[in-house]
C-alpha cells in the first residue's frame, strides 16, 4: 500500500508543474506527463503484483505448513501403529507351540505277548499293532523371568494331561527358581529326558514301573549358579504328592531331588555330566489291611499294625559324551537305583492308596541299566542298551516255588532287556527308528505247578520288533 500511495503523490505533483509550464512548452509537458504517467501506472501495476505475490507466497506458506502438519500427523499414527505392532508381535514371540508324533508298528513273538517294558502287553489274541505311542502338543509362555507350560498327549486311547505347570525365576541373579503344578520327577537323567530325544523307543522297564507317566504333581525349587566355580554344579529338589498325574489320595507327601554335576572339557571333545538321586515318600496301608515284608529268602511277614509303608529309592547316574574324529560323537550313559519299593502281592508298580486296595507288600530293589549311542555321520545312530530290573533283590528265582503262605509272586521275579536299535535321521524334524528288545526273565522253581507262575519256569518269548516314525514341529 506505500509504493501505491507513493506512485500517486508523484503523478500528482508532476500534473500540477505540467499546468505551470508556459504553452510554448506545452507539446513536451504532454509527452513527458504521458511518460511519466505510463511510469507510474507500470510502477502500480508492478507493485499490485508484489501485493499479489505476497499474498500468494502467504498462502503457499500457509498450505505448506497446513501440509507439514497433516504430514506430522499421519507420522505420528504410523509410529503409534508401530509401537503396538511391536508390542504385539514381542508378546508373540513369548508363545511357542511345538508338539510330535510317534507313529509305531510293533511285533511280538506270540499272541498276547508281555511288553510291560515296550508299551504295555500286546492284547490277548494278536501279536502285531499299529499304535501311535505319543501325540504330543505343547504350548509355553516365557517371559524370561517366567513361564507357563501347558501339555497334552493324544492317541488312539484317548485325550490325557502331560504338563501344566507355572514357573518363576529371580530376576536378579537368575540362579534360583520355584515349580508348581505337574512336571517332571528330578529324579536321575533318564526319567526327565524328552521322549522325543529318547534314543530307544522307551525308557526302561524299572523307571516306567518306579515312575510311571514321569510327571507327578507338587512344587519345586531349582538352583543353577550361572557363574563361578559353582556354575559347574545344579539342584532340583521338590515336594510332591506321590500319585502322578492323579489326584491326592492321602497326606502323605513324597520328596525328590537330585544333586547334579556338568564337566566340560572343551579342547578334549569331552564331557562329563551326571547326578545323585534321592526319593524319601511313603504310602498310608489302608484300614483293616496289611504291611508284608520279607523275613526269609521265601516268606513274607505280615505286619497288621502299620498304617503307613517307606517308598525309598535312591540313585546315581553319568553321562560321557565324547567326539570321535571322522565318525561322530558317541555317548555313554548309565545309572543305578536301589531302595525299598511298597506294591502288591501280584504287582511291583507303586502302592496308591485307594479304598479296596490290597494289602502292601515291601520289597527291596535294585536295578541299573548301560547305554552306549554311536552317531555315524549326521543322519545315523547306532544304539545298544542293557537293563536290569531286579525288583526283590531277596529272592532268587528258585526261591519261588509257588507254595502256600510264602506270598512270593510274578512279582518278584527279575528281568533284563537287551536293546539294539538303529536311528535315521531324514532331516531336523523327522526320525525313523527300528529297534529290537531281547528280553530275559529269571526262572522259577521248576516244581512251580501255580497257573500264574509256570509260564516262569522257562524264558519267556516276550521279544518285541518296534519300527517308528517321529516328526516333531
Same mark, same amino acid.
Given at each position: 500500500?506505500?509504493?501505491?500511495?507513493? /506512485?500517486?503523490?508523484?503523478?500528482?505533483?508532476?500534473?500540477?508543474?505540467?499546468?505551470?509550464?508556459?504553452?510554448?512548452?506545452?507539446?513536451?509537458?504532454?509527452?513527458?506527463?504521458?511518460?511519466?504517467?505510463?511510469?507510474?501506472?507500470?510502477?502500480?501495476?508492478?507493485?499490485?503484483?508484489?501485493?499479489?505475490?505476497?499474498?500468494?507466497?502467504?498462502?503457499?506458506?500457509?498450505?505448506?505448513?497446513?501440509? +507439514?502438519?497433516?504430514?506430522?500427523?499421519?507420522?505420528?499414527?504410523?509410529?503409534?501403529?508401530?509401537?503396538?505392532?511391536?508390542?504385539? =508381535?514381542?508378546?508373540?514371540?513369548?508363545?511357542?507351540?511345538?508338539?510330535?508324533?510317534?507313529?509305531?508298528?510293533?511285533?511280538?513273538?506270540?499272541?498276547?505277548?508281555?511288553?510291560?517294558?515296550?508299551?504295555?502287553?500286546?492284547?490277548?489274541?494278536?501279536?502285531?499293532?499299529?499304535?501311535?505311542?505319543?501325540?504330543?502338543?505343547?504350548?509355553?509362555?516365557?517371559?524370561?523371568?517366567?513361564?507357563?507350560?501347558?501339555?497334552?498327549?493324544?492317541?488312539? #486311547?484317548?485325550?490325557?494331561? #502331560?504338563?501344566?505347570?507355572?514357573?518363576?525365576?529371580?530376576?536378579?541373579?537368575?540362579?534360583?527358581?520355584?515349580?508348581?503344578?505337574?512336571?517332571?520327577?528330578? %529324579?536321575?537323567?533318564?526319567?526327565?529326558?524328552?521322549?522325543?530325544?529318547?534314543?530307544?523307543?522307551?525308557?526302561?522297564?524299572?523307571?516306567?514301573?518306579? %515312575?510311571?507317566?514321569?510327571?507327578?504333581?507338587?512344587?519345586?525349587?531349582? &538352583?543353577?549358579?550361572?557363574?563361578?566355580?559353582?556354575?559347574?554344579?545344579?539342584?532340583?529338589?521338590?515336594?510332591?504328592?506321590?500319585?502322578?498325574?492323579?489326584?491326592?489320595?492321602?497326606?502323605? #507327601?513324597?520328596?525328590?531331588?537330585?544333586?547334579?554335576?556338568?564337566?566340560?572339557?572343551?579342547?578334549?571333545?569331552?564331557?562329563?555330566?551326571?547326578?545323585?538321586?534321592?526319593?524319601?515318600?511313603?504310602?498310608?496301608?489302608?484300614?483293616?489291611?496289611?504291611?508284608?515284608?520279607?523275613?526269609?529268602?521265601?516268606?513274607?511277614?505280615?505286619?497288621?499294625?502299620?498304617?503307613?509303608?517307606?517308598?525309598?529309592?535312591?540313585?546315581?547316574?553319568?553321562?560321557?559324551?565324547?567326539?570321535?574324529?571322522?565318525?561322530?560323537? %558317541?555317548?555313554?550313559?548309565?545309572?543305578? =537305583?536301589?531302595?525299598?519299593?511298597?506294591?502288591?502281592?501280584?504287582?511291583? #508298580?507303586?502302592?496308591?492308596?485307594?479304598?479296596?486296595?490290597?494289602?502292601?507288600?515291601?520289597?527291596?530293589?535294585?536295578?541299573?541299566?548301560?547305554?552306549?549311542?554311536?552317531?555315524?555321520?549326521?543322519?545315523?545312530?547306532?544304539?545298544?542298551?542293557?537293563?536290569?530290573?531286579?525288583?526283590?533283590?531277596?529272592?532268587?528265582?528258585?526261591?519261588?516255588?509257588?507254595?502256600?503262605?510264602?506270598?512270593?509272586?510274578?512279582?518278584? &521275579?527279575? %528281568?533284563?532287556?537287551?536293546?539294539?536299535?538303529?536311528?535315521?535321521?531324514?532331516?531336523?524334524?523327522?526320525?525313523?527308528?527300528?529297534?529290537?528288545?531281547?528280553?530275559?526273565?529269571?526262572?522259577?522253581?521248576?516244581?512251580?505247578?501255580?497257573?500264574?507262575?509256570?509260564?516262569?519256569?522257562?524264558?519267556?518269548?516276550?521279544?518285541?520288533?518296534?519300527?517308528? /516314525?517321529? +516328526?516333531?514341529?
Amino acid at each position: 500500500m506505500r509504493k501505491i500511495s507513493l /506512485m500517486l503523490t508523484i503523478t500528482l505533483l508532476f500534473g500540477l508543474e505540467i499546468f505551470a509550464q508556459p504553452s510554448i512548452d506545452g507539446q513536451i509537458l504532454k509527452e513527458e506527463s504521458k511518460d511519466t504517467l505510463s511510469l507510474s501506472q507500470n510502477d502500480i501495476t508492478s507493485a499490485a503484483g508484489d501485493e499479489s505475490s505476497q499474498s500468494s507466497s502467504d498462502k503457499e506458506t500457509v498450505s505448506d505448513k497446513e501440509e +507439514i502438519e497433516n504430514l506430522k500427523g499421519a507420522l505420528d499414527g504410523l509410529n503409534e501403529s508401530y509401537l503396538d505392532t511391536k508390542s504385539t =508381535v514381542d508378546a508373540l514371540k513369548k508363545i511357542k507351540i511345538s508338539g510330535y508324533i510317534q507313529a509305531q508298528f510293533q511285533s511280538g513273538e506270540i499272541d498276547g505277548t508281555s511288553a510291560a517294558g515296550s508299551g504295555g502287553d500286546f492284547s490277548k489274541n494278536m501279536h502285531n499293532r499299529f499304535a501311535i505311542r505319543r501325540g504330543r502338543l505343547k504350548a509355553s509362555y516365557d517371559n524370561d523371568i517366567t513361564q507357563y507350560v501347558l501339555q497334552i498327549n493324544v492317541d488312539e #486311547k484317548g485325550l490325557g494331561l #502331560k504338563d501344566a505347570y507355572a514357573s518363576i525365576k529371580d530376576p536378579w541373579i537368575k540362579t534360583f527358581g520355584l515349580t508348581a503344578g505337574v512336571f517332571n520327577r528330578p %529324579f536321575g537323567f533318564e526319567v526327565p529326558y524328552s521322549s522325543s530325544d529318547l534314543e530307544s523307543p522307551e525308557r526302561t522297564r524299572f523307571n516306567q514301573t518306579l %515312575f510311571p507317566g514321569e510327571e507327578d504333581m507338587g512344587a519345586q525349587l531349582e &538352583i543353577t549358579p550361572q557363574d563361578g566355580p559353582l556354575s559347574c554344579f545344579n539342584l532340583k529338589a521338590g515336594i510332591f504328592s506321590g500319585n502322578g498325574i492323579a489326584q491326592e489320595t492321602d497326606n502323605y #507327601k513324597d520328596f525328590i531331588g537330585r544333586l547334579g554335576f556338568k564337566f566340560p572339557f572343551e579342547e578334549e571333545n569331552l564331557a562329563i555330566d551326571g547326578g545323585v538321586s534321592t526319593y524319601l515318600g511313603a504310602v498310608r496301608v489302608e484300614d483293616g489291611k496289611s504291611l508284608y515284608k520279607l523275613n526269609s529268602p521265601t516268606t513274607f511277614e505280615r505286619d497288621s499294625l502299620t498304617r503307613k509303608s517307606d517308598r525309598v529309592y535312591y540313585g546315581a547316574d553319568l553321562q560321557l559324551y565324547y567326539d570321535l574324529p571322522v565318525l561322530g560323537g %558317541f555317548t555313554i550313559r548309565g545309572e543305578y =537305583v536301589s531302595g525299598k519299593n511298597p506294591g502288591s502281592s501280584s504287582s511291583n #508298580k507303586p502302592y496308591t492308596y485307594a479304598v479296596g486296595n490290597s494289602d502292601v507288600f515291601l520289597r527291596n530293589i535294585a536295578c541299573y541299566y548301560i547305554t552306549y549311542v554311536q552317531n555315524i555321520g549326521l543322519s545315523n545312530q547306532f544304539v545298544i542298551k542293557y537293563e536290569s530290573y531286579d525288583p526283590n533283590t531277596d529272592v532268587k528265582g528258585d526261591d519261588i516255588k509257588g507254595a502256600s503262605g510264602s506270598k512270593l509272586s510274578s512279582a518278584d &521275579i527279575k %528281568f533284563s532287556t537287551l536293546g539294539v536299535g538303529w536311528n535315521y535321521f531324514w532331516d531336523s524334524n523327522v526320525k525313523f527308528t527300528l529297534f529290537y528288545d531281547i528280553v530275559k526273565n529269571e526262572k522259577v522253581n521248576p516244581s512251580v505247578t501255580a497257573a500264574s507262575l509256570t509260564p516262569y519256569k522257562d524264558d519267556l518269548k516276550d521279544n518285541v520288533l518296534t519300527l517308528r /516314525m517321529q +516328526i516333531k514341529f
